[in-house]
């Protein structure tokens, strides 16, 4: 008769192979299916912008790690500071694995900071995951009035935006420090912003990702001055830039404050829309090993882009402390951002 400990190991040993089977069987399922497909993914910015550079860096590789190898186009889709992209996903969009996004990470808190016109729910989204953590900055021309962060509680400031995080941002800094930034809006995208303060129509740009400052052409040859970051913690790249809830006057003010960064924890968040188990999976495989592709990361680092994988389980954890948060925090959070009560 065989002993205990040998049947066990003869079960564990069945169990691997059945377990080896399904994964064999649900890889050839998956390439039976992305063979000769299209997949999309969609940015929420114009061409040249900083989260479609990140968006077509995942495009050109994520391909080879999807069984099936299916073709991979970027579609751009910029407007209403990203809002018209995510209710896109989650509303008309293919639910088969077809598509995915990178999306402005301030739109994972939508729903609960400005519903107004907001078309999704959160848990209707599923993550990949995030490319990177996003250094955001607020960042002047080095001739500009203002000087230090002191400066800009005494001295009025026009700044630009293009909307998403360069709208809210700003709004919300001046209304929880009372600090004196002129917003001038309606630009499309961190190129056109930044073209604007290389022309001195504008003098600086509150919410925009250091990235986006690096990538792009458009403020080639201007000398910036960056004042503040947002984040949980100071970015490695910018270690003597304080951040802004540095300047809390209170701890109500700086728990708004560090509310509203935690978005940049997340950073270039990548999802798709509530699609079968099997093709999240597939996907959600597909897009880590595209992230953690040595190839990957060498072109990443010429275009000079970070990356660094964050887990979807990762990303979650930070949406639910957002979302967990006091009720009047969340309130006043709200308020901050929006300018409504």
């Known amino acids: 008769m065989a002993s205990i400990a040998g049947r066990m190991a003869a079960m564990a040993a069945a169990l691997c192979l059945i377990g080896s089977a399904g994964a064999t069987r649900a890889a050839d399922d998956a390439a ?12 929420p910015d114009a061409s040249g912008g900083g989260y479609d550079a990140y968006g077509r860096l995942v495009a050109n590789f994520i391909g080879a790690h ?4 299916p073709s991979v186009i970027v579609q751009n889709m910029p407007g209403a500071n990203g809002l018209i992209q995510v209710n896109h996903l989650y509303n008309t ?3 088969d694995g077809t598509v995915l996004a990178i999306t402005q990470h301030g739109m994972l ?8 016109e907001v078309r999704f729910k959160v848990d209707g989204l599923r993550w990949l995951g995030s490319v990177t953590p996003i250094t955001v900055i607020g960042v002047f021309r080095k001739d500009a009035a203002v000087q230090k962060v002191q400066d800009l509680f005494e001295k009025e400031v026009i700044i630009g935006g293009g909307g998403g995080t360069q709208y809210y941002l700003p709004l919300a800094v001046n209304n929880v420090l009372k600090t004196k930034m002129k917003l001038v809006g309606g630009y499309n995208g961190s190129n056109e912003v930044l073209l604007a303060i290389a022309r001195s129509e504008v003098w600086g740009v509150v919410g925009l990702g250091l990235d986006s400052l690096m990538v ?22 910018l270690p003597d830039v304080p951040l802004i809830q540095e300047f809390a006057k209170t701890e109500e003010d700086r728990e708004v404050l560090e509310a509203i960064c935690a978005s940049c924890s997340i ?11 099997d093709r999240y999976e597939t996907l959600r495989k597909a897009f880590q090993e595209t992230v953690e592709d040595p190839a990957f990361v060498e072109q990443a680092k010429k275009q000079h882009l970070d990356v660094g994988f964050l ?8 949406i639910s402390r ?3 948060r006091p009720e009047a925090v969340l309130k006043r959070t709200a308020t901050a951002m929006t300018g409504k009560p």
């Open 322 to 324: 957002v979302y967990s």
């Open 267 to 277: 950073g270039r968040i990548f999802f798709t829309p509530n699609i079968p188990d």
């Open 311 to 318: 887990p979807p389980a990762e990303v979650q954890k930070i």
């Open 93 to 95: 969009a293919p639910r």
């Open 109 to 116: 808190f939508a729903p609960i900071f400005d519903p107004r």
């Open 32 to 43: 039976e299916f992305y063979k000769g497909k299209t997949v999309t993914v969609y940015t």
């Open 216 to 237: 792009s052409r458009a403020g080639s040859g201007i000398e910036y001055n960056i004042l503040f970051q947002f984040g949980a913690v100071r970015s490695k790249h």
């Open 66 to 69: 999807i069984p099936g190898k």
